[in-house]
């Protein structure tokens, strides 16, 4: 297989050296060969090529069966024009020429790990393993028209939430497969009461539920959803989102577990091809000390060998790792400076 | 003064009931004349009038110099097409009709009731007292064009998100002189990253903050607001908000406190003239038990004597009273259950 790596910025670099090891421990226990192909993307890459996605990495991905992704961004880059940023010129351009409509965020608290969750005790001790699936090409970052219009106090800026059937058919169909393999439940997040989208996103959910009658379906509006995740957090299974709506409900997920250098993250296209990354960003506060976890980056690719590579063994094995690593109570220095801070 | 008074559904004649007597006694204790007039909204309208928002409540509403709102809505109609539900047709309707552009949303945690937070014990000792300024009249809510179009599986629906700089620049001035008799800071909320709308947001906001050098205002997307809510909620003091966005963060900051029986809302436009409600729904759950906690409602009072009448001695004296009755360690049979199933 040929696999893209992008290491990217911040604690990037170093995680993924981790993550490489791992795929040459997988490589000789499973005989597979993987064909590694490194190339610059974010921040490094402006400060190498002038531009965050230079055309070689966008050629070697296009050539590769999968990117592994590090993180991307950090202050050095932070006073370009928003469209050179890091964020949108590599991460959104990728996102929008591959296709990659699904975005897979996975978010659980680890057996072991409660007391790094946000949440009271007794709730976090009530369990929290949601999958959380989200629209990642569509909705209101790409939707047309966009702009601003008008002179001096009239002057206005608009954005077009946007969604076709078949975006909203596609990401459906990605929750309920996903369910079929976790716990049999669907919640679509939207809010029905307010917008025309989410009342098409109901309705098309609703069609895509009869091919899947084993799966129950709910309905919640986005602002009751960022309370229930509080207060009953172990009630989700699948969460189906929207763009917007699930980068703000994964993001909350991911904070409800309170290790976010844990988790993994996927956006797939229809083909199967996709890029994997840590959910966490390049935390370049904590870069370079050697104690950033890295078992989010060794998440990202068991996802990809699990989805791009259809190599489920090798995935399995390394899941497996990773739960007997952290159940042996082996944990980072970020995780344990964390865990300290709370329990003092 | 004349008062409108719409006590509406489920839980709201009960604990309307309860404010009217704060009011008696404040108006004998002040030596304040209140005239107060009755009306339906909501399910009990439909039901009474065939409309959620009968004429005559409209008009007197017009009439009055404030309206005490209770709630509305509840599972007897939800069947109704959208249109015709409370929540649109009396709600929204009457933020429009007033434009009632801005939304204050107090959320504390107060002193002795920590435990009924969903946060960890640690967190919620940290303290917690925010108040989100929400944009109610604009924004994804009422923006156009917002529709259906195209056939089959490429029929398409869109929304349209819509700030101009006049209305960005009223509901920051809202934040600002808020922050100015609170802790002095704002935070934006935008998903500048993204959203033509919140580029336009966070310029027009600078531009506010150079009025008031003493307010310090930071910037923060959407997203991460959700997260940093949950690990250091006492860091924020006013978190100045768009439509959508206040309505995710406000609930959010509800659900925190744990206690959203205690929590009112006041929305108010350029006049003075507002409507003030508790956060809260109306909770047709535990309706017509008598456990119901009025507080929401009394403090929905208390803001409706400070911001529409500025009758502030009065208002203090209800917060005062409030403030005593909780630290005395009094509760509703409602919050006295949560608390015993948190502490279980
Ligand atoms: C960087 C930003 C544009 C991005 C998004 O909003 O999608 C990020 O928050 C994410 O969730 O991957
Ligand atoms: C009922 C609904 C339309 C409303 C809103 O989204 O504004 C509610 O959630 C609120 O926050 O008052």
Redesign the pocket.
């Known amino acids: 297989y040929k696999i893209a790596v992008l290491a990217g910025d911040g604690i990037g670099p170093e995680v993924m050296f981790e993550a490489k090891k791992v795929l040459a421990a997988v490589s000789s226990k499973f005989n597979i060969k993987f064909n590694l192909s490194e190339f610059d993307v974010g921040g490094i890459a402006i400060d190498n090529h002038g531009h965050a996605l230079p055309d070689a990495t966008l050629k070697g991905c296009e050539a590769a069966d999968a990117i592994l992704f590090g993180s991307i ?1 950090g202050p050095k880059w932070d006073s370009l024009p928003l469209e050179q940023r890091p ?2 010129a590599a ?2 351009a990728l ?1 929008g020429h591959f296709d990659l409509f699904s ?1 897979l965020r996975p978010a659980k608290i680890y057996p072991g790990l409660e007391a790094l969750s946000p949440l009271r005790a007794d709730i976090a001790a009530s369990g929290f393993d949601v999958l959380v699936i ?1 629209e ?1 090409t569509s909705g209101i ?1 790409f939707g047309k028209p966009k702009g601003l219009e008008g002179e001096g106090e009239e002057q206005y800026a608009f954005d077009t939430m946007r969604y076709s059937r078949r975006e909203i058919r596609r990401i459906a169909i990605s929750a309920f497969e996903a369910a079929m393999k976790r716990g049999k439940k669907v919640t679509s997040v939207d809010k029905a009461n307010v917008l025309v989208c989410s009342r098409l996103w109901r309705e098309v959910t609703e069609e895509v539920a009869l091919d899947y009658p084993e799966v129950k379906l709910e309905h919640i509006y986005i602002d009751n959803a960022t309370m229930q995740l509080l207060r009953y957090p172990n009630s989700f299974d699948v969460m189906l989102c929207s ?2 709506f ?2 703000i409900i ?2 909350e997920c991911a904070m409800i577990t309170g290790s976010m250098g844990l988790l993994p ?1 996927a956006s797939i296209n229809g083909s199967g091809f996709g890029l994997f ?1 840590p ?1 966490g ?1 390049s935390a370049p506060d904590i870069a370079g000390q050697g104690i950033a976890n890295p078992i989010a980056q060794i998440l990202s690719l068991s996802m990809l060998l699990r989805f791009s590579l259809n190599e489920t063994a090798a995935a399995d094995a390394i899941d497996q790792a990773v739960l007997q690593t952290l159940a042996d109570g082996i944990l980072t220095g970020e995780l344990l400076a964390k865990e300290q801070r709370h329990l003092a």
């Open positions: 961004g964020e949108r991460l959104l996102r975005n989200r990642l970052y763009n917007l699930g980068d994964s993001d993250s990354e959910a960003g």
